[in-house]
């Protein structure tokens, strides 16, 4: 290959990335913005746009002045969306941070497996993948509810006097969403945990270190990586989550993909949906600049 087709090609593999962003994010994203600027109508698609992308660019600029941000505005004027904002945000935290909580002993006990039994080990983790999610989160009703498979077992085994009331509850979403997003949390900690030398525990334990002052002096910053890689993997997806709130929460959960849905399917409010999702975006904005600057100190640390 010459040199000259070797800077083509250079080039064409860094524009796909540039070209995923702009077909998959920023066109769709402006799509959702145009529809927020809207007004409500009793029409197919139910807006009347601001502006079309069919009176070209000069009709397009003569109508920005009337831009009107008043879908933005009615959601802080209702207190339902911003409460609706926060218990996303609280219950994908809490899941979260269950999620670390029992995910890395996973991740750190498979990284300290034999090699022969990695493999399998994986298998285990990414299984769950295998089944539909739908079909695993109808599941938990099944054993959650009163009387399901887990209050049949507590009382059969003299735990609990009466049934335990767990579905309809946040428990239930903790529960759920702990479950369905465990892989995602285990397989960065786990990449993490496995690529690093363990001979800076045994150097640690040499120079008198204890082995749990080795783990957070040593493993734990060195898997911190994958730590923020996982969280943002759960965190993001677990607060716009609208199949497990609604299956699990039931109809007194309140999070924003429940209440984006209900705009959008039930009130046939697509300006305030498209406001509503507008917002959510760019609340994620802030963790994924986060993650992205932990993994660029990360990189250079490694270097």
Same mark, same amino acid.
């Given at each position: ?12 593999? /860094? ?15 402006? #799509? ?8 409500? *109508? ?12 069919? &009176? ?6 003569? +109508?920005?002045? &009337? ?7 009615? !959601? ?9 904002? %926060? ?12 999620? %670390? ?12 497996? @034999?090699?022969?039994?990695? @493999? ?8 769950? $993948?295998?089944?539909? $999610?739908?079909?695993?989160?109808? *599941?938990?009703?099944?054993? %959650? +509810? ?6 049949? %077992? ?40 496995? +690529? ?18 080795? $783990? ?5 910053? !060195? ?13 993001? @997806? *677990? ?34 949906? *498209?406001?509503?999702?507008? #917002?959510? !975006? !760019?609340?994620?904005?802030? @963790? /994924?600049?986060? $993650?992205?600057?932990?993994?660029? +100190? ?6």
């Amino acid at each position: 290959m010459t040199k000259l087709g070797s800077a083509i090609f250079s080039r064409l593999v /860094i524009l796909l990335p540039y070209a995923w962003l702009l077909f998959f994010f920023l066109i769709p994203f402006f #799509i959702v913005f145009r529809i927020s600027l809207s007004t409500t *109508a009793i029409a197919q698609p139910p807006y009347e746009p601001v502006f079309s992308l069919a &009176d070209g660019l000069s009709g397009i600029w003569q +109508k920005i002045g &009337d831009l009107s941000l008043d879908n933005f505005v009615w !959601l802080t004027e209702d207190a339902l969306y911003f409460n609706a904002y %926060l218990s996303s945000l609280w219950i994908a935290g809490v899941s979260t941070f269950l999620t %670390l909580l029992i995910g890395y002993p996973i991740a750190y006990g498979m990284a300290q497996a @034999p090699r022969t039994l990695r @493999p399998m080990l994986l298998m285990m983790v990414i299984l769950p $993948f295998w089944t539909s $999610f739908l079909i695993r989160v109808y *599941a938990w009703i099944a054993i %959650l +509810k009163p009387e399901g498979l887990l209050n049949q %077992l507590l009382l059969s085994l003299g735990a609990i006097d009466q049934p335990l009331i767990i579905l309809n509850t946040n428990w239930a979403i903790y529960i759920g969403i702990v479950y369905s997003y465990l892989p995602f949390m285990v397989l960065p900690i786990y990449s993490a945990l496995e +690529k690093m030398d363990h001979s800076l525990i045994e150097a640690a334990q040499d120079l008198g270190c204890p082995p749990v002052a080795a $783990f957070w002096k040593v493993t734990f910053p !060195l898997s911190l990586a994958g730590v923020v890689a996982g969280c943002m993997l759960v965190f993001i @997806p *677990a607060v716009g989550e609208f199949v497990i709130p609604d299956l699990l929460g039931g109809s007194q959960t309140l999070m924003i993909g429940k209440t984006l849905w209900t705009e959008f399917n039930v009130n046939r409010d697509w300006p305030v949906s *498209a406001a509503v999702a507008t #917002i959510l !975006l !760019l609340i994620l904005v802030i @963790p /994924i600049v986060f $993650f992205q600057n932990a993994q660029a +100190k990360a990189e250079e640390q490694g270097k």
